[in-house]
Nanobody, 118 residues
């Protein structure tokens, strides 16, 4: 059983920055990949970024490439999402998810709200 707890969301003006954190329970954090998703009101959940177990590989949605950076600290069982140059369209609830290496993500956090004002 893995618990994921996001933090770091809030209200920020367009052009500002936020750093989201996702703390994971358990001893096997360094053995699996992690990802961030987001869901805006009235829209489907969408992929934002992912990182491999070692941190050596990262992947981004085109909409955030060059503005967001995913990273992880395996010693702290935490994955981060640094968000710069935020836009109003980045407003959403952001979720972290555990990637067991199969076709789907098996654990999700409760989400943290990010609101970007224009």
């Amino acid at each position: 059983q893995v618990q994921l707890v996001e933090s770091g969301g809030g209200l920020v003006q367009a052009g500002g920055s936020l750093r989201l954190s996702c703390a994971a329970s358990g001893r096997t954090f360094s053995s699996y990949g992690m990802a961030w998703f987001r869901q805006a009101p009235g829209k489907e959940r969408e992929f934002v970024a992912a990182i491999s177990w070692s941190g050596g590989s990262t992947y981004y949605a085109d909409s955030v490439k060059g503005r967001f950076t995913i990273s992880r600290d395996n010693a702290e069982n935490t994955v981060y999402l640094q968000m710069n140059s935020l836009k109003p369209e980045d407003t959403a609830v952001y979720y972290c998810a555990k990637d067991p290496g199969t076709a789907s993500y098996d654990y999700w956090g409760q989400g943290t709200q990010v609101t970007v004002s224009s």
